[in-house]
């Protein structure tokens, strides 16, 4: 992944286009509820101001499907973004069109303009080859800096690279230092987590991790298709029937391959899906029908804190019970705050680990948040990202 980044670059009064993920949270009234992704855009943007370029910025919001709708407008994130930099950020009424194409011509060194939501257009999920090069025309070099969106071969990610010269910024390189490295080059003991509901969304990246990790934790809600997988009673729990197979094949290649496969010992289970239903803990083993397991248990939680404590590098993706639900938030809780305390490098994995780690204060008590759920796991698993992979080469 030796790509190249902006100080790779000759950028001095050159006209940028640089691909943020803007993706962020609001609520009814457009008001952005969690800033971390415009946050993480800052050092790139400001170094291409140190260098006197001028800026375009572009980003997706939202799911608007091809179609301009105005609760899907990123005129919040320019507000937000004009705040955090103490400086105007124009907007562009448009991503191609008239108004985009006229700001953009007049924009000058040391001016930034945002473009509106890419995703109003259909040819930017088409990665259309046209539509790339009307947005690749407004400018001179392409940076791309939003991880999150890697995995996709889109037009804003990967097609405008065809037409202009494509480096990384720093936020992508440090995705790529971070993930690179815990994959290729870790120190160990290595012991990677893997939470969430279905062990169909974690197949490839199980599968990987076997090849590299010392310790593989898992938990959450596919820890129930495990269960299964060796013929003990789940309840109610969350169970993939059709990958009962795949359960103990992972089992039995881990046992071959010699890397320690732990499951929890015992579960939080509930009576109906409500945050104030009734619960208790049992042994896994031992779960009553008309229960559902939520979350892992006491012994659990202390038996893979000490499992943590060995490791030299740590790489965790997914929730260990239903975090929304405080009562069913202790593993993951739990098991984020003996992250934050053991002296080693943790990895998290973007998406829900994120969240819960952030919900709970403890980010800055982590070395690195990946920004990219879908993007970090498919990394994770060793696949080619589109919108990596189009970056030049050192």
Not at 305 to 319: C, M
């Amino acid at each position: 992944m030796n790509k190249k980044t902006v100080k790779d670059i000759d950028l001095k009064g050159k006209k940028v286009l640089v691909r943020c993920d803007f993706n962020v949270p609001m609520d009814e009234n457009q008001n952005i509820t969690d800033n971390t992704r415009i946050v993480a855009a800052i050092p790139t943007i400001k170094y291409l101001l140190e260098n006197n370029c001028a800026i375009i910025l572009c980003s997706h919001l939202g799911r608007p499907k091809g179609e301009f709708k105005p609760e899907f407008s990123l005129k919040p994130v320019a507000k937000e973004l004009a705040n955090l930099l103490g400086k105007e950020v124009i907007m562009a009424n448009d991503v191609i069109g008239e108004d985009a194409k006229a700001k953009a011509s007049k924009l000058e060194q040391g001016q930034i303009l945002l473009l509106e939501n890419v995703r109003f257009h259909k040819e930017e999920t088409d990665n259309d080859s046209a539509f790339a090069k009307e947005l690749a025309s407004m400018a001179e070099i392409y940076v791309s800096d939003a991880f999150g969106s890697t995995h996709r071969a889109h037009a804003s990610t990967a097609g405008v690279a065809e037409f202009l010269p494509a480096v990384s910024g720093f936020l992508i390189e440090k995705e790529l230092q971070f993930l690179g490295n815990a994959i290729s080059n870790p120190e160990r003991p290595f012991v990677a987590i893997l939470g969430g509901a279905k062990v169909s969304d974690k197949i490839g990246v199980i599968d990987s991790l076997l090849e590299k990790v010392d310790t593989l934790i898992i938990g959450g809600g596919m820890a129930y298709t495990f269960f299964k997988a060796q013929g003990y009673e789940v309840g109610d729990s969350i169970c993939e029937l059709d990958k009962l197979d795949l359960a103990k094949d992972l089992m039995k290649k881990a046992e071959e391959k010699g890397v320690k496969l732990m499951l929890p010992v015992d579960t939080k289970i509930g009576k109906e899906f409500k945050p104030d239903t009734e619960s208790k803990i049992v042994a896994w083993t031992e779960i009553p029908q008309g229960w559902e397991g939520f979350d892992i248990g006491e012994e659990t939680i202390k038996m893979f804190s000490e499992e943590l404590r060995k490791a030299k590098t740590i790489v965790w993706n997914g929730p260990l019970g239903l975090f929304e639900f405080n009562q069913f938030a202790v593993g993951t809780n739990r098991i984020a705050k003996t992250l934050a305390e053991i002296d080693a490098t943790t990895i998290i994995g973007g998406g829900d680990s994120s969240a819960a780690v952030k919900k709970i204060g403890l980010e800055d008590k982590m070395t690195h948040i990946s920004t990219g759920g879908g993007a970090s796991l498919e990394f994770l698993e060793g696949k080619a990202l589109p919108g990596i992979e189009c970056l030049l080469n050192k």
